[in-house]
């Protein structure tokens, strides 16, 4: 499998192509998308946001990835406010910069209407057995009594949305491979 670093490489050398490159990274919890956008942002000199810090609660699956596109996509004063998660409420608001690329991250990212409004969406395959063996790893015992919950809307979006089906790169994150469409 090739490195990680080697993938951000390419698909920053596809998305510089754009006047401000706007990527959505999607997949399953635990899929790679937090380190795939780690290594992505800095080689476009982007902006990262994680949906994780916009998610209202653990329902909040749709939500958020509706207020992606009103709020950081379409908006003409782009931002969000952040989620408080140890006090479940409203947290402080982060502006965009507008002018800047922006590389988005997490479950929910590429909806039909997010794709639209962005340069480029990639999707990260990975078996749902492993995602969550490296989720849980990830997040331990805060997350694992809402790891059913969550996939749950993973998979209501998926069934919604087909993620990676409109995605213009998909990224088996077992293997390394990328799958190449829209180009």
């Not at 997949?27 to 780690?38: D, E, F, M, V």
């Amino acid at each position: 499998m090739p490195e990680l670093t080697v993938v951000a490489a390419e698909l920053a050398q596809t998305a510089r192509a754009a006047t401000r490159p706007v990527v959505l990274i999607d997949g399953g919890s635990g899929a790679g998308k937090s380190t795939l956008a780690a290594l992505l942002a800095p080689q476009l000199g982007a902006q990262l946001l994680h949906l994780e810090d916009m998610y209202r609660g653990w329902d909040d699956l749709a939500g958020t990835s509706e207020r992606v596109h009103t709020h950081v996509l379409v908006s003409e004063a782009p931002g969000w406010w952040g989620w408080d998660w140890d006090r479940a409420r409203l947290g402080a608001w982060h502006p965009i910069d507008p002018t800047l690329p922006l590389v988005l991250e997490g479950s929910g990212a590429l909806s039909r209407r997010n794709r639209s409004a962005a340069t480029l969406g990639i999707w990260i395959e990975l078996d749902a057995a492993t995602r969550q063996t490296r989720a849980l790893a990830r997040d331990g015992e805060r997350y694992a009594p809402h790891w059913n919950r969550w996939a749950a809307q993973e998979a209501a979006f998926a069934a919604r949305e087909s993620p990676a089906a409109i995605a213009d790169i998909v990224l088996d994150a077992a293997s390394g491979d990328l799958t190449l469409r829209n180009f």
